[in-house]
């Protein structure tokens, strides 16, 4: 059960839900480690997330390097601000100097999955 909500909360906020039918620690390792975030995590215009390092703790940064069609290319960068595996992560991103850098705050709670943790 994969189900993806959007609502706006402002002028410069959204809050995107996202449900997975999987236990909290892989979701958190889904959305932390390299290899996971290859496998799934997207660009803009269809670019491919070709590298990742991570570095997951209060001050660590993060580096993501895209590759898109013909030949495009782009990086992102930023740092962690707060981290409390598995429940949240608070992130900033770095696009370049003439792009706003969000600060992206994802929160995870596990609701009932089978065998695995609380009914939070």
Same mark, same amino acid.
């Given at each position: 059960?994969?189900? &993806? &909500? $959007? =609502?706006?909360?402002?002028?410069?906020?959204?809050?995107? %839900? %996202?449900?997975?039918?999987?236990?909290?620690?892989? $979701?958190?390792?889904?959305?932390? =480690?390299?290899?996971?975030?290859?496998?799934?995590?997207?660009?803009?215009?269809?670019?491919?997330?070709?590298?990742? &390092?991570?570095?997951?703790?209060?001050?660590?940064?993060?580096?993501? %390097?895209?590759?898109?069609?013909?030949?495009?290319?782009?990086?992102?960068?930023?740092?962690?601000?707060? $981290? @409390?595996?598995? %429940?949240?992560? $608070?992130?900033? =991103?770095?696009?370049?100097?003439?792009?706003? +850098?969000?600060?992206? =705050?994802?929160?995870?709670?596990?609701?009932?999955?089978? @065998?695995?943790? +609380?009914?939070?």
């Amino acid at each position: 059960m994969n189900t &993806t &909500t $959007v =609502e706006a909360i402002g002028d410069t906020q959204i809050r995107i %839900r %996202r449900a997975f039918d999987a236990p909290i620690a892989l $979701v958190f390792a889904a959305h932390t =480690e390299p290899a996971h975030l290859t496998q799934w995590l997207t660009g803009p215009g269809g670019m491919k997330l070709v590298e990742a &390092t991570m570095d997951v703790r209060e001050g660590g940064g993060f580096m993501w %390097r895209y590759q898109g069609p013909n030949d495009a290319a782009m990086v992102m960068q930023g740092i962690f601000l707060e $981290v @409390d595996p598995p %429940r949240r992560f $608070v992130h900033r =991103e770095d696009w370049g100097p003439d792009l706003p +850098s969000p600060q992206i =705050e994802t929160v995870f709670e596990e609701k009932g999955y089978p @065998d695995h943790g +609380s009914n939070m």
